[in-house]
């Protein structure tokens, strides 16, 4: 069974910056990172696929990076300018499938770690 654990997250200020990382027992093909706010549905933040193209939700491009390093087996999220409607907690989910070319069977065989909770205050 892949093992996903997330970590970085924290309180930050509007316009202050996390780093958010994700450790992934194994090799796995392709990454993302989601995201969950009370009352709201989940939605996906970035994915990236093994040849390194990515994909941004319109509400965090430019502002939040997605990148990997394979040989850790490790993601990141860099997000930076944060704001407050970016509160949410934060899961990283991997699979042996392409998040970008096959997002629906993506979600339906990604492991997923227990997430880690980003709070940004006005």
């Known amino acids: 069974q892949v093992q996903v654990v997330e970590s970085g997250g924290g309180s930050v200020q509007a316009g202050g910056s996390l780093r958010l990382t994700c450790a992934v027992s194994e090799y796995t093909y392709s990454q993302a990172w989601f995201r969950q706010a009370p009352g709201k549905e989940r939605e996906g933040v970035a994915s990236i696929e093994p040849d390194g193209t990515t994909i941004y939700a319109d509400s965090v491009k430019g502002r939040f990076t997605i990148s990997k390093v394979n040989a850790r087996n490790t993601l990141y999220l860099q997000m930076n300018n944060l704001k407050p409607e970016d509160t949410a907690m934060y899961y990283c989910?991997?699979?042996?499938?392409?998040?970008?070319?096959?997002?629906?069977?993506?979600?339906?065989?990604?492991?997923w770690g227990k997430g880690t909770q980003v709070t940004v205050s006005s």
């Open positions: 989910a991997a699979a042996q499938v392409g998040a970008i070319a096959t997002p629906t069977l993506f979600l339906q065989l990604a492991y």
